[in-house]
């Protein structure tokens, strides 16, 4: 159940099994189905989600109501940690009102931790505290690179660095979702794909 939280884990911190077990006394699984909002804007995020299997996405809403989507989780050899950490991490760290709405793309599980676990651990083991420092400087650097790439990379070149990372993504999640990710119109998107040929 745990198997593949457990292998991403191992990549940045070796728990031994005593660490592992008070771990995972803390952590459960839930399942979601394709539609689900499991997360509202103006909410705050109590729980930080890892998500096992599927496909699910952050979105705002902007003034005029539209949607605009700002992250789409999965979890492949292509995933980063912002990709498999289902949170809005500002108000996760700050327990303040979310900005953003999470909604399921695709049937999904979730292993899940709540805040005050979380406090738990980073109080009582080092690793821990360490686990949630590498979390807060992926957050960050997700934050900063996704602005400097809508202010420096032209449309072109966003939707070919997001085929060349994850072009399986093109059939699964909805068009719009995808465009209003790179910020370009759905029409740009059908123009870059056609010259493109994808």
């Given at each position: 159940m745990y198997k593949k939280y457990k292998e991403f884990i191992d990549q940045y911190i070796s728990f031994n099994i005593i660490e592992w077990t008070l771990l995972k006394s803390k952590l459960k699984?839930?399942?979601?189905?394709?539609?689900?909002?499991?997360?509202?804007?103006?909410?705050?995020?109590?729980?930080?989600?890892?998500?096992?299997?599927?496909?699910?996405?952050?979105?705002?809403?902007?003034?005029?109501?539209?949607?605009?989507?700002?992250?789409?989780?999965?979890?492949?050899?292509?995933?980063?940690?912002?990709?498999?950490?289902?949170v809005d991490y500002d108000s996760f760290i700050h327990k303040t009102e979310s900005h953003i709405s999470i909604e399921i793309l695709e049937d999904a599980e979730f292993i899940t931790v709540t805040y005050d676990d979380i406090q738990f651990l980073y109080n009582h083991k080092k690793k821990g505290e360490r686990f949630g420092r590498l979390m807060s400087e992926a957050a960050y650097s997700y934050v900063h690179n996704y602005i400097i790439d809508r202010r420096t990379k032209s449309a072109t070149q966003r939707f070919e660095e997001f085929m060349e990372k994850t072009p399986y993504l093109l059939d699964k999640v909805p068009q719009y979702h995808i465009a209003t990710l790179l910020g370009i119109t759905p029409q740009s998107l059908s123009r870059l794909k056609k010259n493109k040929k994808y």
């Amino acid at each position: 159940m745990y198997k593949k939280y457990k292998e991403f884990i191992d990549q940045y911190i070796s728990f031994n099994i005593i660490e592992w077990t008070l771990l995972k006394s803390k952590l459960k699984t839930l399942d979601y189905k394709k539609g689900e909002i499991i997360h509202y804007a103006g909410d705050i995020c109590s729980t930080l989600m890892f998500i096992n299997s599927g496909i699910a996405r952050a979105y705002i809403i902007d003034d005029e109501g539209k949607d605009h989507t700002w992250a789409i989780y999965f979890n492949d050899k292509n995933a980063k940690i912002t990709n498999l950490y289902v949170v809005d991490y500002d108000s996760f760290i700050h327990k303040t009102e979310s900005h953003i709405s999470i909604e399921i793309l695709e049937d999904a599980e979730f292993i899940t931790v709540t805040y005050d676990d979380i406090q738990f651990l980073y109080n009582h083991k080092k690793k821990g505290e360490r686990f949630g420092r590498l979390m807060s400087e992926a957050a960050y650097s997700y934050v900063h690179n996704y602005i400097i790439d809508r202010r420096t990379k032209s449309a072109t070149q966003r939707f070919e660095e997001f085929m060349e990372k994850t072009p399986y993504l093109l059939d699964k999640v909805p068009q719009y979702h995808i465009a209003t990710l790179l910020g370009i119109t759905p029409q740009s998107l059908s123009r870059l794909k056609k010259n493109k040929k994808y």
